[in-house]
């Protein structure tokens, strides 16, 4: 069990340490919280006002 702790442990700041790297190098933070918890453009359109029907044009 500890093992398990102790790796988790790891990989969350070697994960911290790079988004801390990324930041420090100019990335915006909005950046990588968008990559982190990508959303789907449908998504954001249907709790939108407007039509999101040019997003389907072209797509067979």
Known sequence: MTDFIRSTDTQHADEVSHALQLL????????????ATPVHSSEIYA??????????????
């Not at 420090?24 to 990559?35: H, K, Y």
């Not at 006002?49 to 072209?58: Q, S």
Request: charged letters at 15%; aromatic letters at 8%; hydrophobic letters at 60%.
């Open 47 to 60: 709790l939108e006002a407007g039509e999101a029907d040019w997003l389907y044009a072209g797509v067979a």
């Open 24 to 35: 420090a190098a100019g990335v915006p933070l909005t950046l990588l919280l968008d990559l």
